[in-house]
């Protein structure tokens, strides 16, 4: 396919030593958004002096950095992707392509682990929300992947309010709420740059943890009140 114009959305904490890495492997057409989210480590310098926009979000998390970036993002179509080394980015018109031919609104990159990549408890944690995910929802889904892509217009009419770890989770709720039709594309998952701000601490972890689990009681509260609505996509 042809590579659409896209904006991709990098949250960035302390990522300078994958930055090189990450950014060269943005495909032609693509530009990378660098949401800096308070680096000490002169991220967000490097960043622009590799040609990246730079959006600067002062307060903390995940989600805040993201939705800075959907908010200065003006691509009809946006993607996610972290910026850690652990995605290529490459990979992204694969993940774009069903959005662009019309046949998803949201697509996640599923993640393929490669060797020393995923802790285990990590991706135990992982398959075990998709179970619940495929419960609550019915979506036949087996990764909550941060890769991601979707219009610019419909994500920002999912009216996202999490601004730390249940961000992901929140805009994957809304959209299965909405109708939205939501599809996988498998791509590799490469060991990160440095050490996780989530998976490598305790404290990530349980941060992680809460997040989600406010989301997931909030959208079984809503698919109880709430008629699900014909899957077909977006009007």
Same mark, same amino acid.
């Given at each position: 396919?042809? !590579?659409? /114009? *896209? #904006?991709?959305?990098?949250? &960035?904490?302390?990522?300078?030593?994958?930055? @090189?890495?990450? =950014?060269?492997?943005?495909?032609?057409?693509?530009?990378?958004?660098?949401?800096?989210?308070?680096?000490?480590?002169?991220?967000?310098?490097?960043?622009?002096?590799?040609?990246?926009?730079?959006?600067?979000?002062?307060?903390?998390?995940?989600?805040?950095?993201?939705?800075?970036?959907?908010? !200065?993002? /003006? *691509? #009809?179509?946006?993607?996610? &992707?972290?910026?850690?080394?652990?995605?290529? @980015?490459?990979? =992204?018109?694969?993940?774009?392509?069903?959005?662009?031919?019309?046949?998803a609104d949201?697509?996640?990159?599923?993640?393929?682990?490669?060797?020393?990549?995923?802790?285990?408890?990590?991706?135990?944690?992982?398959?075990?929300l998709a179970?619940?995910?495929?419960?609550?929802?019915?979506?036949?889904?087996?990764?909550?992947?941060?890769?991601?892509?979707?219009?610019?217009?419909?994500?920002?009419?999912?009216?996202?309010?999490?601004?730390?770890?249940?961000?992901?989770?929140?805009?994957?709720?809304?959209?299965?709420?909405?109708?939205?039709?939501?599809?996988?594309?498998?791509?590799?998952?490469?060991?990160r740059t440095?050490?996780?701000?989530?998976?490598?601490?305790?404290?990530?972890?349980?941060?992680?943890?809460?997040?989600?689990?406010?989301?997931?009681?909030?959208?079984?509260?809503?698919?109880?009140?709430?008629?699900?609505?014909?899957?077909?996509?977006?009007?």
């Amino acid at each position: 396919m042809n !590579a659409p /114009t *896209a #904006d991709v959305i990098l949250p &960035c904490l302390n990522e300078r030593g994958a930055l @090189p890495w990450v =950014l060269s492997r943005m495909p032609d057409g693509y530009r990378a958004i660098v949401v800096d989210n308070g680096s000490t480590d002169g991220s967000a310098e490097l960043a622009a002096r590799l040609g990246a926009t730079v959006v600067r979000e002062e307060r903390r998390g995940f989600g805040a950095a993201a939705h800075a970036g959907l908010l !200065a993002a /003006t *691509a #009809d179509f946006v993607a996610f &992707c972290d910026c850690d080394g652990s995605l290529d @980015p490459s990979r =992204l018109p694969e993940v774009f392509a069903p959005v662009v031919e019309g046949t998803a609104d949201l697509v996640l990159g599923a993640r393929e682990p490669q060797r020393g990549s995923w802790p285990f408890h990590a991706r135990m944690a992982n398959l075990l929300l998709a179970w619940r995910l495929r419960r609550l929802t019915g979506e036949r889904v087996t990764d909550l992947g941060p890769m991601r892509a979707a219009r610019r217009v419909q994500l920002l009419s999912l009216h996202l309010e999490d601004r730390r770890s249940g961000y992901p989770l929140e805009m994957f709720l809304k959209a299965s709420l909405h109708g939205w039709r939501i599809a996988e594309v498998p791509v590799p998952y490469a060991p990160r740059t440095g050490q996780s701000k989530v998976t490598g601490t305790v404290g990530g972890t349980l941060t992680a943890v809460r997040d989600m689990s406010a989301q997931l009681k909030a959208a079984a509260a809503a698919s109880e009140s709430v008629p699900v609505p014909k899957r077909g996509g977006l009007e």
